[in-house]
């Protein structure tokens, strides 16, 4: 098996504990006279070096160098003994707890406690005197005490992991959340710039295509009032949602006043108006049937949502549906406002007039707005009463705003 290469400060550390305990060697400073120990003279070195080798893997090979430490010392005191040796072995004990496994962690302290206190009752069985105590309190000093510097230094650097981890997830999330927030006022940017210029733009393309097919001069002349009526219009919606992004970025509040004005339920009977006014040459026919009277006023985010409801089905009838009525029902009850919108679907040959083309854009929108008041939204061909086809679109908006995560 290789080697894992030693770290360089353990490295450094193992040359300046083998120098040093040479020097100590050099100048005759013992831990023990000579004739207290069995072996003398160069002995010491032997378990200095195998000190200074486990120093060298203290933090790669955590285990292993205790092991082999714990070997060095109990050979070091066969000899005269080096206190550069003892100082390394409290240092590769504190390196186990620091650097190696959490079961380690937890084992190794436990058993330098059980050793202290088995070192301290031997030695006082053994010369019954007090001082025997003094022996117990150097092993404590030895084993014990480094092995608790390394359980608090490992907590306190476990904290500080833990701490730094969750630093990065909430900075995950936060960005997690900056996106999701982007990604949803663009999809509500997207929505408003749809609802407000779709119907406008849809009219332009209905009467330009009408005036560039139909060689009457006076057809002509009314299809291109009808598009600059619908381009200014236009224009104004688009100044409108220009002033409301100024609004909410706060930079321009002379802009703001524009976008205050948030149409609402009131102006459908001007949809209404407007609608059978591009739909005519078409064959359509537009109603609205409001069911409201009576009823409590409605939150400002659900008249909002309603209003565009209603007038994207217009632009869609607009586009695409067969000459006939176009109806539009509105009811409320304690729960909510329901938008009801019927569009003749079958055309037969010929009668189809001019349409503009559609993106499936509408349909997308009007569902987001439902759902983002917690809403239902469904659409699509149903069977008529005079047993053709008619396109429905149903919207649910409930009352309670706080249900809402506009």
Known sequence: MRL??????????????????????????????????????????LPLAVMAGAELFRRTWPQTALVTGTVAIVADQFTQSNLVTIVMFTD?????????????????????????????????????????????VVTGLVSLAPALTGVVVRDHRDAAEAARLRAEQTKLLAEVDRTQAVVAE???????????????????AIHSTAALSIGDP??????????????????????????LLRDSGGTDPAAASPAAAAPSLAAVDALIEQAEAHGA???LRFALHDARDGQGPLPAPVELAAY???????????????????????????????????????RGDGANGPRAPGSG??????????TLLAGRFDSGPTAAADGGKIWRVRAELPMDEGKSVL
């Open 4 to 45: 894992p290469r030693p770290h360089r400060h353990d490295a450094l550390i193992a040359l300046t504990g083998l120098v040093g305990g040479l020097v100590f060697w050099a100048l005759g400073l013992h831990m023990a006279p000579v004739d207290e120990r069995p072996l003398k003279g160069a002995w010491v070195l």
């Open 92 to 136: 590769v004990i504190y390196a186990a707890v620091l650097y190696g496994t959490p079961a380690a962690a937890r084992r190794i302290p436990v058993s330098c406690g059980l050793i202290t206190v088995a070192v301290t009752i031997g030695f006082l069985a053994w010369f019954r005197t007090p001082e025997a105590l003094v022996i117990g």
């Open 186 to 204: 663009r999809a509500r940017m997207a929505r408003e710039l749809h609802d407000m210029v779709a119907n406008h733009l849809s009219a332009i």
């Open 218 to 243: 006076g057809t002509s002349h009314e299809a291109l009032s009808v598009i600059r009526e619908n381009s200014v219009e236009g224009l104004a919606e688009m100044r409108r949602l220009i002033g």
């Open 281 to 283: 040459p078409a064959g």
């Open 308 to 346: 565009r409801i209603v007038q994207e089905s217009l632009t869609n009838a607009l586009k695409h549906a067969s000459p006939g009525e176009v109806t539009v029902t509105l009811t409320q009850n304690a729960w909510g406002l329901t938008v009801l919108v019927n569009s003749p679907y079958e």
């Open 361 to 370: 854009a509408g349909l997308v929108g009007m569902r987001e707005r439902a």
